[in-house]
């Protein structure tokens, strides 16, 4: 029979794998790794502006994609456009960054699973008598390493040629030059902390639904166990 248990510390771990999952994918697929030097304006620019100062924009680089502003001569407007710049994998523009895709969706692809079946343990709680929470939480700690060899690496591939045409001459493996990072790279520096909460907390969700009181609660016959 199956006995759905909902604990505080359960729920917050199943929440919690949720977000970093998600967390991790949105910044693999982002264009804002990497803040490009400013780019001066046109002269069309210059002609179009109304008014107060217009700042400068700034390009995005990512692991595959980048974003970019262009312009409508006739249209006198300008659109940002977003995209890959690589068409297939060998298409990346470093042997480093190529590594660190492959890293990180490992480690993305783990997560997401674990994701997936932390919805299911408030009913299933064990596999082959084996705690589900328990190689959840092996499995995120799995992925957790495969995200920092692919953080680790990336920097290293600041200093091919594509990373420099946004980032300038100066920029070279571990040496932005002039860029600055984006969003996308801290939120990928959170995720991977965040996941290896995760793992040890899962130790805890482990706890709390195999507690005296949940085992209280089944001997009682009681298939729905809410514990805060």
């Known amino acids: 029979m199956c006995h759905v248990i909902v604990t505080c510390r359960s729920m917050l771990w199943t929440l919690l794998s949720i977000v970093v ?3 991790e994918l949105i910044a693999f697929m982002s264009a804002d790794w990497l ?3 400013a780019k001066p304006l046109s002269s069309e620019d210059m002609d179009n502006r109304t008014g107060g100062s217009q700042e400068p924009y700034h390009p995005t680089l990512g692991i595959y ?7 409508h001569m006739q249209l006198s407007r300008r659109d940002t456009l977003c995209g890959p710049y690589a068409e297939n994998f060998n298409e990346i523009a470093s042997g480093f960054w190529q590594a660190t895709a492959i890293f990180l969706a490992m480690g993305i692809l ?7 079946v932390s919805v299911f343990t408030m009913c299933v709680q064990s596999i082959m008598k084996k705690s589900i929470f328990n190689v959840c939480g092996l499995l995120q700690g799995i992925a957790g390493l495969f995200l920092i060899l692919g953080l680790i690496l990336y920097p290293a591939g600041w ?3 594509k990373a420099i045409s946004y980032c300038g001459h100066y920029a070279s493996a571990y040496k932005l030059g002039d860029c ?3 969003w996308a790279f801290y939120t990928a520096i959170g995720g991977t902390v965040l996941t290896f909460v995760c793992a040890v907390f899962s130790a805890q969700a482990e706890i709390a639904t195999s507690s005296d009181k949940v085992q209280e609660e089944i001997e009682e016959g009681k298939n729905l ?4």
């Open 225 to 228: 166990i809410c514990l805060l």
């Open 65 to 71: 994609g980048r974003c970019t502003r262009i312009s």
């Open 180 to 182: 600055s990072l984006g």
């Open 110 to 116: 783990i997560l997401c699973a674990v994701a997936f």
């Open 35 to 37: 803040i490009g030097k």
């Open 21 to 23: 999952a998600f967390a």
């Open 159 to 161: 200093g091919c040629q």
